[in-house]
């Protein structure tokens, strides 16, 4: 069993900047991909960055320029440093991990708001 421990929410002005962590414990699959989603009221739960055991990396389109997500694999922890945040990045973020096995197996986080005020 996999678990995933997030810190790094809070409260930031626009344009203010925040850095998610996310440590993963227990028997990991060494083929994985580290991620983070996030959701707001009202709105269905989406892909915010993501990141392969070999550090490729995808962003969704509304945070490519501010938001960088990085892994260190020897400690199985990923960041999300969030630059330039903006209202509409308010929500509450969720680590997720994927164990690139058959069936894939999903993990995810509790979950931390991130709000911001303009």
């Known amino acids: 069993q996999v678990q995933l421990v997030e810190s790094g929410g809070g409260l930031v002005q626009a344009g203010g900047s925040l850095r998610l962590s996310c440590a993963a414990s227990g028997s990991i699959f060494r083929g994985n991909v580290m991620g983070w989603y996030r959701q707001a009221p009202g709105k269905q739960r989406e892909l915010v960055a993501g990141i392969t055991s070999g550090r490729f990396t995808n962003y969704a389109d509304s945070v490519k320029g501010r938001f960088t997500i990085s892994r260190d694999n020897a400690k199985n922890t990923v960041y999300l440093q969030m630059n330039s945040l903006k209202p509409e990045d308010t929500a509450v973020y969720y680590c997720?991990?994927?164990?690139?096995?058959?069936?894939?197996?999903?993990?995810w986080g509790q979950g931390t708001q991130v709000t911001v005020s303009s």
């Open positions: 997720n991990l994927k164990e690139l096995r058959t069936p894939i197996y999903d993990y």
